[in-house]
């Protein structure tokens, strides 16, 4: 049993902000979609609840559905024009076929709260506010991630143990035509019998 100052492991690091919010948003998410079902069954009666729940699945699997077709459209028409060389024209700003998707899996969903904000990001203004703000988050991301090099980044995950001590080492290996010195050509030794 130690008594000294030193503790046998490290101190976790702090978890994100991010991983901490994240499962209570997405549980309050589920209350307030469960609440609102039971108030509009309530102000109703349960076939209404049904038959929206329905509608809601049917709409965001056709929303999918085209958007996946304009996607595969547009992919093959690309691909023909990379082979006939011509250059591919660019899509303006606001027309891609991502937050068309996210917004039929958000009607996909049941509940009315990500039905609204399926139908929200159905709306062409809306899309081009989310794709211009989602366009800059990710600039700022990729430069902050730039100020550090990936074989940097890479490399400090290799020498890092858990424990945070670094294991500084090269690795030399034997090639089989090669002997060195007075090592033997066989096969070797069982290390324990």
């Given at each position: ?8 492991y490290?101190?976790?690091p702090?978890?994100?902000r ?19 079902l039971?108030?509009?069954a ?10 929206l ?8 699997s056709?929303v ?8 595969f459209?547009?992919?093959?028409g690309?691909?023909q ?13 606001g ?10 899996l958000?009607l ?14 159905l709306?062409?203004p ?27 980044a890479?490399?400090?995950?290799r ?14 290996r034997e090639?089989p035509?090669h002997?060195?010195g ?6 070797r030794p069982?290390?324990?019998?």
């Amino acid at each position: 049993m130690t008594t000294g100052a030193q503790t046998p492991y490290p101190a976790r690091p702090r978890r994100s902000r991010l991983r901490t919010l994240l499962p209570l948003g997405v549980a309050a998410w589920f209350v307030l979609e469960i609440w609102l079902l039971t108030v509009v069954a309530a102000a109703s009666n349960g076939l209404v609840v049904l038959l929206l729940l329905v509608a809601g699945l049917v709409l965001g699997s056709a929303v999918v559905k085209r958007a996946g077709r304009r996607a595969f459209r547009d992919l093959t028409g690309t691909l023909q024009q990379q082979q006939s060389g011509t250059a591919p024209a660019s899509r303006p700003n606001g027309e891609g076929n991502g937050l068309t998707m996210l917004g039929g899996l958000l009607l996909i969903l049941p509940g009315f709260v990500s039905d609204a904000l399926g139908l929200l990001l159905l709306v062409p203004p809306v899309q081009k506010a989310v794709s211009r703000r989602a366009e800059r988050a990710f600039e700022r991301k990729l430069r902050e991630a730039a100020q550090g090099s990936l074989g940097d980044a890479f490399r400090q995950s290799r020498i890092h143990r858990p424990d945070g001590k670094v294991v500084q080492g090269e690795v030399v290996r034997e090639e089989p035509g090669h002997a060195t010195g007075d090592a033997p050509q066989g096969p070797r030794p069982p290390l324990s019998r």
